[in-house]
């Protein structure tokens, strides 16, 4: 069986899914970026605590999970979402959905995801893919990285839908409850409230681990692991920063040129507010992100290992910090039009 | 980024697929862009190949040595911790403690070491003797 669903390639995984589950109720209008953007998904989160391959877990988008939701939310799109404990129920369910003719998104686990190539395997749990259809054993599979569709079977499906460890999926699956048509005033409406979050997240989250404090303070931070964690440590993390903000999914710089993007898309909605202007000051804090992975890799390929070489590298940061700083309070003083 | 200033260094990854990114056209516009790769995340993901194949490694000299069982070199081949491997197996953590030292690992039943074979998904024969075979993901 087979639903009725269009394969488009994205650049994030999360706002890729919600953009092809809302293609058909859109006529294609929720691109991309603009789920992206209604859903607030740009961020910026400096997690210790959270350690990836003995690292900072260090995030430029906000929770796997909130895109979709604050998308549909925005859109007066009611969504069911559903865990479950149990493999076989979480199976049985998804085929009833497409055996209705609904495709699902499903959370998943990339470390045994059989079509992804080996050296992007990690157990990173907040993937997102859609299945659109099942022959015999394989499902068909809409992974929005991908160029093409990809298939699994029920066994390593299962296992990626029940991969372990932070943010297991637990067989999460979601979809629209039902068939909503979508108008421009709604989309306007919810581009104005996924901006309004976005403005919160960025510059009112209360602490000083995430949003532009957030970069702020890692930027300060970073020009001390020379002396706190030794060049080979400081190296790997990074690297590690860098995979964050320019890996798959992020459409580079980290997100900040989808999230330019967004803005550019979001003028056509709502002209006289000055977006594509304020569009350009994102298009270079992605540049400056750009510039600063790139004086990272000469850190931790070896060639830049001074202390004023992590000053420089502290510094990328805090200018990135005022340069966003000053994009979200232009937004949020917009009188809208 | 403009558009034709998206690189183009061939990646892992983009020999199986190029990615999305989002750039500029010559008129400021932004646009989906497809690209194979970039150095720098290359040799980002390069030094975390690095700092994990250096783990592995000493893994397996501390198996070699008796100072630990097989499953430290799973785990560590496998990129896993212990929490991971408890969800994964359903052991407790104190239980994988336990196991992790090779007198307690070589006593134990089948059944659990079925258990974790499954989670590594390799053969409880590669486990005992730490055999691994390169395409077994």
Redesign the interface.
Known sequence: MKTEFEHH???HCESGVTSNLLWKASGGKITE?LAFGIGAGLFFAYIPLIKI??GPAIAFRTLPGFIFNRTCKSLNIPVVSKKFNSKEKAELYLNERLESGSPVGCQVGV??L??????????FNGHNLVVFGKEDDNYLISDP????VATMDSYQLERVRFA??AL?PKGHLYYPAKEVTITDEMIRQAIKSGIKKNIYNMLNIPGSFAGISGIKNTGLKIKKWRDKLGLKQA??YL??M??MQ???GT???GFR??Y??FL??ADVYLPGNNLAEI??IF?KA??MW?NA??H??GI??GRLSSQEDFNIMGDYLLEIAAVEKSAFETLKQIKWQ | MKKDEVPQDLSALGKITNEVCYATDSSGKYVKALSRGWDVKINALDIAWGDIEKRVAAAKEQVLNNNASPLLYFMEYRLMDISILADYTGFWKWQIKGHLKPEVFNKLSDRKLEKYAEAFNITVEDLKSMTVHEDGV
């Open positions: 390639q994205s650049a970026p391959n003995n470390y045994y059989p079509y992804f190539p080996k050296e992007y395997r990690f157990h990285i991908m160029e093409n372990k460890g297991a190296g790997s690297a590690q860098v995979r320019e890996e798959i459409g580079g710089g040129y989808i330019a993007a550019q898309e569009s350009v298009t992605g540049d750009r992975a790139v990272a890799a931790f390929k």
